[in-house]
């Protein structure tokens, strides 16, 4: 079954704890704290496999949890950090919030792409020993790591896109000019799921066609699957509309040409501006008076129209050399860009609950909202440092340090953070 959608959850691996331990040693009088920091937790990591063409596999699968890393030891030891979990998946596929539809990444080279970051591993003890501070007896918990709820989203890469009415040619056309073998009988909805072939044109030029299984009206709210078949003509470069130019089925080609259009663009407006031409099959079996009148009909909407015989290949040769033409003036298959958060402004913020812990003369603040806020700043950035400051006191962090009892000079800990307090 070809499956192009799919929700799952996944969760990047906790950091594991700092540890809280003293140095033991013969001869050695007053070690010291040594405990050592917890190790980082895996990431979720999205890559390409070649070798699968659907989202199958996460139908039986919908959860993916990365492995924690290992708490710190004696001795200075850090624990290990945990390997990061990789989700293969096929070429194309969109990694969006599930919340928010948010594009996280479009998987399409090789490149591994890391989608959830794991938490980084506590402090151990040994981190929090000063001149006046010689045996702390607390160390930092590790940093949980993201989660989120994911839809994938299969959008084939390929050139061109052969769009039309279900049993016009389509799969007999990208049978005759590719390798490819999608299956052809005289009925409708024969090819049930997106079919890509490689056309070899000179040497040293070739470009990917999509065969789309067949539209009909209302193919984009969904009616005849037209709505989960349209998403792969999104990324298509030109699109190749074929058409019965005999009528053969009883239907009128003039009408079915105005209907796939008007389907696409319901679906995407972009898609009505995508450049295209239009091919009428089924010649042999049309007057040449039909194949005029339509080739008046589609020229003077302003596409170029090449009637064929797709069966024995009659025609083929000039549509090929057409596309490859226009291909050569055309900008690449789309990639789409991450969609990243806006900073949120200061004034949108409400007061938030935090809870605030003090070991010795350490205050340890803790919030799942604040770690949210403090993935998006940039420390190193003193706009951003600013930023951040401001959203401490409007949210009620400061006065909560203060109702804790919390002195000028003291150490604030927040998660990977430490600073001392200022009035």
């Not at 991450?338 to 070991?359: L, Y």
Request: net charge negative.
């Amino acid at each position: 079954m070809f499956i192009d959608v799919a929700k799952i959850k996944i969760k990047a691996g906790d950091g594991g704890n700092g540890a809280v331990a003293f140095h033991r040693e013969k001869y050695v009088a007053a070690g010291g704290p040594d405990g050592g920091d917890g190790g980082r937790g895996g990431n979720i990591v999205f890559q390409v496999d070649t070798n699968l063409s659907t989202l199958a596999d996460f139908r039986y699968k919908r959860k993916y949890i990365a492995q924690n890393g290992a708490n710190g030891k004696t001795n200075r030891c850090n624990g290990k950090n945990a390997e990061d979990l990789i989700i293969k998946v096929p070429q194309g596929t969109l990694i969006k919030e599930a919340d928010t539809g948010r594009i996280l990444a479009d998987i399409s080279t090789a490149e591994p792409q890391v989608i959830l970051k794991g938490g980084k591993g506590g402090w151990g003890n040994a981190h929090f020993a000063t001149a006046t501070r010689q045996t702390p007896r607390f160390a930092k918990p590790g940093i949980p790591g993201e989660s989120m709820e994911v839809i994938l989203e299969l959008k084939l890469l390929a050139d061109v896109g052969l769009v039309g009415y279900p049993n016009v040619g389509k799969s007999t056309f990208i049978s005759v000019v590719s390798e490819a073998k999608p299956n052809i009988a005289n009925y409708h909805f024969t090819t049930l799921t997106p079919v890509l072939g490689v056309v070899r044109m000179a040497e040293g030029s070739s470009f990917v066609i999509a065969d789309i299984p067949g539209l009909i009206e209302g193919a984009w709210e969904g009616v005849g699957l037209g709505h989960q078949f349209l998403r792969h003509v999104e990324r298509c470069r030109m699109l190749v509309h074929v058409v019965d130019v005999s009528g053969s089925e009883g239907r009128n080609p003039k009408e079915d040409f105005k209907i796939i259009n008007d389907e696409l663009k319901k679906f995407n407006p972009q898609l009505a501006e995508r450049p295209m031409i239009v091919v009428g099959n089924k010649a042999d079996l049309a007057s040449d008076e039909q194949i005029a009148d339509f080739a008046d009909f589609v020229q003077g909407e302003g596409y170029a129209f090449y009637p064929i015989m797709a069966a024995i290949r009659y025609g083929v040769d000039p549509v090929l050399k057409s596309i490859e033409e226009k291909l050569s003036q055309l900008p690449p298959v789309r990639h789409y860009e991450p969609e990243f958060v806006s900073v949120k402004p200061i004034e949108e913020m409400d007061k938030h609950h935090v809870e605030v812990k003090k070991q010795e003369d350490v205050y340890i603040v803790e919030g799942e909202w604040l770690l949210a806020i403090m993935k998006t700043i940039d420390f190193d950035d003193y706009e951003s440092l600013q930023y951040f400051q401001r959203v401490l006191i409007h949210t009620g962090v400061i006065d909560a340090l203060r109702d804790a009892g919390i002195q000028e000079g003291d150490t604030v800990s927040l998660y990977d953070l430490e600073f001392d307090f200022v009035e």
